[in-house]
């Protein structure tokens, strides 16, 4: 080969690039092929998995004096552009370089060497796809010896050789094992086996063998979610597995050490490895890991999962100390006293040092007590300390939260869709699950039925659990539950047909039922309406027609066992011009159910099956914004008058129809100082007093309004002060209320953006121990039933949160038409309820990437209000700006084009000056080339 340092930073010091380290590699590979293609029968490139490259001398890693700047440094290397090897035919992806020895820079009278086996063993775990556990920016550790990818490949041995009784200093001679985390991302501790234990919320008993232990057999490993990234993983780590001596057998030819043999053999050859690689472990006992796995799309690729102010992949300290990484302590790689065990500390608390709280500072409601460690010898003589606890997590029913994510046979993502969970008995759930079968833009989104079934003794789980495919997209779901008709029939619509599937009895496989085409998609949700032995459920089309599926013509119960079938397929009525909402309700009035459908500034109640004329009252105008019906018996006589049909508009205005067919009274204008609001509303009884009241949502608050316009005490609840998050905390999904505490009234239920559930009473005081961090993001969909709340991860979790006053609550308030029956055009469901954050302000960003551009869009301003727009990237770096007046009053928009801008993330930086102040505003924008 060349002289390396003709590829090193020279005599003048500076560092390596990897300009340099890439060049230099690659002519490494050159040589070695051109010497290898030399020899017709000598080895290839192809006939291994993984390669390694020695080169002669020592590493810079190991360079302490650093007076050898071109060393080469120990490292992987993934090609981008892969060399081709053995003649052109193999393209080598990836290259490990490892030096000859690690030892250099020794004191001569009292030497300390450096072993091979740690640098290999630790850079052997990159070719695995494992990251560092370590401080990669600054080189400092972060979980210490307990982990072969931090320190566990740097603790000091000393060793006796049998010709010189003066002991032998190494460093790294006999690595430490993995972490649990890194077990699990390998697949050596698992739920397929047995060997991980994923027990959810609820309280457990918990034993746990030596996770080192050679015979397979037992839980070595326990797993608690509070959501899909955020979890505790618990191991139990033994340094001696063998109760007698040891021998460190050894290769004859360069004297590395291979692995730690019971006893002295007869025969060095005879020597058994036994597996004990955590011997010099500091301390045996149960290690505690608290991991969580947000931003590591954009962290592990880049290996940099622990930098020091905003660790992902902690290990609790027993003792609280905070010893791991902190430079200034002795013990900055670890010591005795990080372990649980008996004799140290045996219980881990919500409270106190260290404490069960979750990275952002909430409480997790997760405790550990009664810890007991029992060594005794298996039947072959070896040491197996078990390691027993009691664990509890309070507020999460056994079971949850539930990973359903593995039930469909996907590499990609998969995600739920909108308004589509609906819970059944003994923890069983059903929801609509999106996931991406392939690349193909014409197959991208495939549909499926999850089926999520518990494990708890209450019930059977529903099978089968593998999921249907249902082939489309889907619009979200209706239940029609209506014994003399149709017994639990879920109707799901598609872009161009509508699919029945029959639930028979709560611990039941769901059944197709029917279905038919349809000749224009849906542009609302489905809604069914039953009364007595007549039923039918209504959707609107994009087509402008209202849609029909009528079960009317059934009468009385079907027969056990007899064939269901759809006995009628959907029919068009009237057409009608659609505007950009279009909700559905159902109202009760003096003459009946009714079908609420709002067109435009008109609301019709519709007879559902055709005995009455429809009624028609004028709204205001709506404009483009979104707008939902609510239906409240305000004097509780059981009749919804049309004074009691309440229209409420995104920008905060409240009217009512008049009874007499008149223009429209506005309860209230704008309650909310203007602002616009960013998710569904909800009514509900707080106080217990039998008057509703209405809750809106706007940025971070959430306010509690008589129906007579006046805010109560102690409201709006500001999301944004309940917990001390990177970035304020806003409203993030529909409002939800039910009786979750067992008082009798209900209490307010919503999820902040940052995935957080939040259970407020009539006072806005949270209770239950939240703010809780049960999802990573937003749920997809939330629902509230028999004391527990319910919703669907954007991951593919079903989460669950049980209050505590248990099923059969007297008190639980539907919205957006009452469980599975959603209001508003299923098309924006999801922006307008998880997505609150960008239309909390009235500002959304929207992309035409044929086009090219992004355009700024505000639904309602005011003339003259001036708007600036500067767009920065996350280096600070000014990239453009972009200033506007307000025409006139109405929507406005500011158009950017993107062409000069690369694939990156940038913040848009938003001013608008108008009659009430200047305000600025952040966005965030990415762009994909």
């Known amino acids: ?112 060497y450096g072993a091979l086996n740690a640098v290999t063993a630790h850079e052997f775990g990159h070719q695995l796809d494992l990251v560092d556990t370590y401080n990669t920016l600054w080189g400092w550790p ?77 839980v070595k490993a326990l797993r608690v979610d509070f959501s899909e990234r955020e979890y505790f993983l618990f191991e139990n780590r033994q340094e001696l597995l063998w109760p007698g001596g040891r021998y460190v057998k050894s290769d004859e030819a360069t004297g590395v050490f291979q692995f730690v043999s019971k006893d002295f053999p007869a025969y060095p050859d005879s020597a058994e490895n036994i597996g004990e690689y955590d011997l010099f472990i500091p301390q045996s006992g149960l290690l505690a890991w608290h991991v969580d796995e947000r931003d590591f799309e954009t962290l592990y690729p880049l290996n940099v999962i622990n930098p020091a102010d905003d660790r992902h992949v902690i290990l609790v300290e027993a003792d609280g100390a905070g010893d791991l990484g902190d430079p200034y302590s002795f013990d900055w790689r670890g010591n005795d006293r990080d372990p649980f065990y008996t004799g140290n500390v045996t219980e881990w608390l919500p409270e106190g040092v260290p404490n069960t709280r979750l990275r952002d500072g909430t409480a997790s409601g997760f405790s550990m007590t009664d810890l007991v460690t029992s060594p005794y010898l ?38 739920p869709a909108t308004g589509s969970l609906l819970p059944l008995a003994d923890g069983d759930a059903l929801w609509l699950g999106y996931v991406m079968d392939s690349l193909d833009p014409d197959t991208l989104l495939q549909s499926h039925l999850i089926v999520s079934g518990s494990d708890a003794a209450s019930g059977p789980p529903l099978a089968p659990r593998a999921p249907a495919r249902l082939g489309n997209t889907l619009s979200g779901a209706a239940l029609l539950d209506a014994p003399a008709v149709a017994a639990r029939d879920w109707i799901l619509l598609t872009p161009d047909s509508l699919l029945v599937w029959n639930i028979p009895s709560p611990g039941a496989p769901p059944t197709p039922a029917g279905g038919a085409e349809l000749p224009a998609g849906p542009a609302t949700l489905p809604l069914a309406i039953a009364v007595g032995d007549s039923a039918a459920v209504f959707w609107l089309g994009e087509d402008g027609f209202l849609y029909v599926l009528d079960y009317s013509l059934k009468r009385g119960t079907p027969a056990p066992g007899a064939k269901r079938a ?205 703010p809780r961090s049960l999802a990573a993001a937003p749920p997809q969909d939330l629902i509230a039933r028999d004391g527990r709340v319910y919703a669907v991860s954007r991951d593919g979790f079903l989460l669950a949160f049980a209050g505590s006053g248990g099923a059969g609550v007297p008190a639980e308030w539907g919205a957006g038409g009452g469980g599975t029956d959603r209001g508003g055009r299923w098309q924006r469901q999801h922006a307008l309820q998880p997505g609150g954050g960008d239309i909390a302000e009235g500002w959304l960003l929207y992309p035409n990437p044929a086009a090219d551009w992004v355009r700024l869009h505000h639904p309602s301003l005011a003339a003259g209000t001036h708007v600036r727009l500067e767009l920065f990237d996350l280096e600070g770096q000014h990239k453009f700006t972009r200033e506007a007046t307000v025409p006139v009053d109405g929507p406005f928009e500011i158009p950017l084009q993107l062409r000069s801008l690369a694939s990156g993330v940038y913040f848009c930086r938003i001013e608008v000056e108008g009659e009430a102040g200047s305000r600025h505003l952040l966005r965030r924008l990415g762009v994909l080339r």
Do not use: K
């Not at 072969?148 to 200093?169: A, C, E, K, R, V």
């Not at 229209?647 to 905060?652: I, L, N, Q, T």
């Open 1 to 112: 080969l060349p002289d390396i340092a003709d590829y090193g930073p020279g005599e003048s010091g500076g560092y390596w690039t990897l300009e340099l380290l890439e060049s230099a590699v690659r002519t490494m590979v050159d040589s070695i092929d051109v010497a290898l293609q030399a020899d017709p029968d000598g080895p290839r490139f192809a006939d291994y998995d993984h390669v390694m490259i020695f080169h002669a001398g020592s590493d810079l890693q190991n360079d302490i004096f650093q007076d050898s700047p071109n060393d080469l440094p120990s490292f992987n290397i993934f090609f981008g552009e892969p060399p081709l090897v053995d003649g052109g035919t193999h393209p080598l992806g990836s290259v490990l370089l490892l030096p000859e020895t690690t030892t250099q820079d020794t004191d001569p009278a009292d030497p300390i």
């Open 378 to 415: 298996d039947s072959d003589g070896f040491v197996d300390s078990t390691v027993t606890f009691d664990i509890a997590l309070a507020g999460q029913p056994t079971g949850f939260p539930r990973d359903d994510r593995a039930v469909v046979d996907s590499t990609l993502a998969q995600r």
């Open 566 to 770: 759809m006995l009628a397929t959907a029919s068009r009525g009237a057409r009608q011009d659609l505007p950009v909402m279009a909700p559905l309700c159902r109202v009760e009035t003096a003459d009946g159910a009714r079908l609420g459908i709002a067109l435009g500034d008109t609301l019709n109640l519709v007879d559902p099956f055709g005995n009455a004329p429809v009624a028609q009252y004028p709204l205001p105008d709506p404009g483009d914004g979104p707008f939902w019906i609510r239906p409240v018996d305000l004097d509780a006589d059981g009749v919804e008058s049309p004074e009691e049909l309440f229209w409420v508009h995104v920008d905060g205005r409240v009217a009512t129809p008049d009874p007499a067919g008149g223009a429209p009274t506005l309860r209230f204008a704008a309650p909310l100082g203007g602002a616009t609001l960013s998710a569904e509303p909800a009514v509900a009884d707080l106080d217990g007093d039998g008057r509703p009241e209405l809750l809106l949502a706007a940025g971070d608050r959430v306010h509690r309004l008589s129906f007579e316009g006046f805010a109560y005490p102690n409201w709006p609840l500001r999301l944004g002060e309940l917990a001390d998050l990177d970035t304020p905390m806003r409203v993030g999904s529909g409002l939800r209320a039910a009786d979750l505490t067992g008082d009798g009234v209900a209490e307010l239920i919503v999820f902040g953006d940052s995935g957080h559930l939040i259970v407020a009473d009539a006072d806005a005081r949270p209770v239950l121990g939240t």
């Open 142 to 218: 972060s979980v210490g010896y307990w982990d072969l990818m931090d320190s566990g490949h740097q603790i000091l041995y000393g060793f006796q050789t049998l010709d010189d009784p003066d002991p032998i200093y190494v460093y790294g001679a006999l690595p430490t094992s993995f972490g649990i985390w890194h077990r699990m991302l390998l697949g050596w501790v698992s739920e397929d086996d047995g060997s991980l234990e994923r027990p959810g919320g609820g309280a457990h008993d918990i034993e746990l063998t030596a996770c080192n232990v050679q015979a397979p057999g037992g």
